[in-house]
């Protein structure tokens, strides 16, 4: 059954607007994967693709492509703060884990999710890359690559949420 997920966060403390962070439309969620029937997979999705990518297991099945997209990507700024929110539809069927025996939920018994960022750093006139996600010590506070600046402050864990 197609089940959608709603997955929001936010940083903020934007103190240098020089920076120009911004949310990329991509993401990792972990998925209790019918196709490999396997809980908690890791499973990238990117926005405007037709399908999501599932890591599969180290042992037994490989990377596989599997039902799920990006329904809706939305950025808002706000003052010192840039907020996302996703919209992740994915296919979920039910199954008991083929290793642990664990049966299968939508969404997985502990959500995990990773947010990707770019930004342009002033100084070195270059682009950069970083990522959150829902297992980091917090407050984080994610630093330009070039310059060591502070970028912001990550103080909430990602929030994700089932919304049908
Ligand atoms: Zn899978
Ligand atoms: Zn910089």
Known sequence: MLRTAEITAELSGLEDPHHRFYWRPRLEFSVDCFICERTGRTTLFEHEAER???????????RHHTAGRIAAFDTTSGREREAVRALVDFWWAPFTDTRDGREAAAPTSRPWVRLHFGYMCPEADESGAGSIQTNLVRPY????????????????TPSVRLLT
Do not use: I, N, W
């Open 141 to 156: 506070h994610p630093t330009c690559k070039h310059c060591d600046r502070r970028l912001g402050v990550d103080g909430e």
């Open 52 to 62: 999501a990518l599932c890591s599969g297991s180290r042992s037994g099945f490989q």
